[in-house]
């Protein structure tokens, strides 16, 4: 793909569905700055991630409107006109879908489908791009890990976001409705939630390190992932929407450089500049659901969009590590400590 997936948004109506969470605002301020006609659709659920600084100093280039996308008949108003959807609403958070399936069945199951619904009786000819999730591939056979293999979630959230995943297959398929999913792995960076640590280890760990707190380890930290700063996760969004040889596919949207939680947290430690890290065992409950060593093959978005990540993982932190410094008041509810692990 050549720029012109950048020209493409010039002057279009596009919708980001979680607009005011982490990578939904993001993904506006990229959107804003194409020139595209930008409607951000939150329902502002208390620990889920949104945030209205998210959007400072593009408030007044955005149209906001708070709903829940499982309100099917806003849901069929809001869809009108749009030529690109961006499907980023979701609950995320894999321990929250143990505590509470049936939650996050409804937003995940119920959710998707109300949107496409919507789109299929009132804009059928728009295009959507789901954020998927690499939790639906569970624990890998072999790595990295491909769209061949197979799909096998170990919690609750996973299935439940590789059924949205494949209801948007289906609609694209039988109904029409052009779409794709992306399966992003660890997407870290500015605008994150670091409120709680049950979205994104990797936030809590930036989280606990600017607050000069212990950074806990599970197990000896030899588990290794894949990291992709939200820029990278951005520039895929934009590139998928703008590209119809991605419609009716799955793509992994990983990073480049897989490093163990040993090498990350110690890596965080000297860039902050604070925090230390220790070693705990395993809680049997973590234990259970988690995958072990997990990076994804991210060939085939590549081949076909041109997409590669481009920002390193230090420079990345930094970054990360900068903007939280600089906002932190907006991040972190008084008093601003409390534990956690991953």
């Not at 209801?167 to 997407?187: D, E, K, Q, W």
């Not at 606990?208 to 939200?230: N, P």
């Not at 060939?299 to 939280?324: C, I, N, Q």
Request: hydrophobic residues 40%; proline residues 4%.
């Amino acid at each position: 793909m050549t720029e012109d997936h950048l020209a493409f948004y010039q002057g279009r109506k596009v919708m980001i569905t979680g607009g005011l969470g982490f990578i939904g605002s993001n993904l506006a301020r990229r959107l804003v700055g194409l020139g595209a006609d930008v409607l951000l659709v939150d329902s502002l659920i208390p620990d889920y991630g949104s945030n209205l600084f998210n959007i400072d100093g593009i408030e007044d280039r955005v149209h906001v409107n708070v709903a829940d996308v499982r309100q099917q008949s806003t849901m069929n108003y809001l869809v009108k006109d749009c030529e690109v959807i961006f499907n980023l609403a979701g609950q995320v958070s894999h321990i929250d879908s143990m505590r509470d399936p049936y939650a996050d069945l409804e937003i995940n199951c119920r959710g998707q489908l109300t949107l496409l619904e919507a789109c299929r009786y009132n804009n059928p000819g728009t295009k959507v791009v789901y954020a998927g999730t690499r939790q639906v591939y569970g624990r890998p056979d072999s790595l990295p890990v491909t769209e061949l293999h197979l799909v096998r979630p170990t919690d609750v959230n996973g299935i439940n976001k590789a059924a949205g995943e494949y209801y948007h297959l289906v609609y694209n398929n039988v109904f029409g409705i052009r779409a794709c999913s992306l399966r992003l792995t660890n997407v870290y960076g500015p605008r994150q939630l670091i409120k709680h640590d049950r979205q994104g280890f990797i936030a809590w760990f930036v989280r606990l390190a600017i607050e000069g707190q212990t950074i806990q380890i599970y197990g000896d930290g030899s588990q290794r992932r894949d990291f992709v700063f939200v820029d990278d996760a951005v520039d895929a969004f934009v590139r998928a929407g703008a590209d119809d040889v991605c419609n009716g596919e799955v793509f992994n949207v990983g990073g480049s450089e897989p490093m163990s939680h040993r090498d990350l947290s110690a890596l965080l430690v000297e860039i902050a500049g604070s925090g230390r890290v220790e070693y705990i065992p395993w809680p049997p409950e973590k234990k259970a659901i988690d995958i072990g060593d997990f990076y994804a093959d991210s060939s085939k978005f590549t081949v076909d969009t041109g997409w590669t990540p481009s920002v390193a993982l230090r420079d990345g932190l930094e970054r990360t590590v900068a903007f939280y410094r600089r906002h932190w008041d907006r991040y972190v509810d008084p008093p601003g400590r409390a534990g956690g692990r991953a």
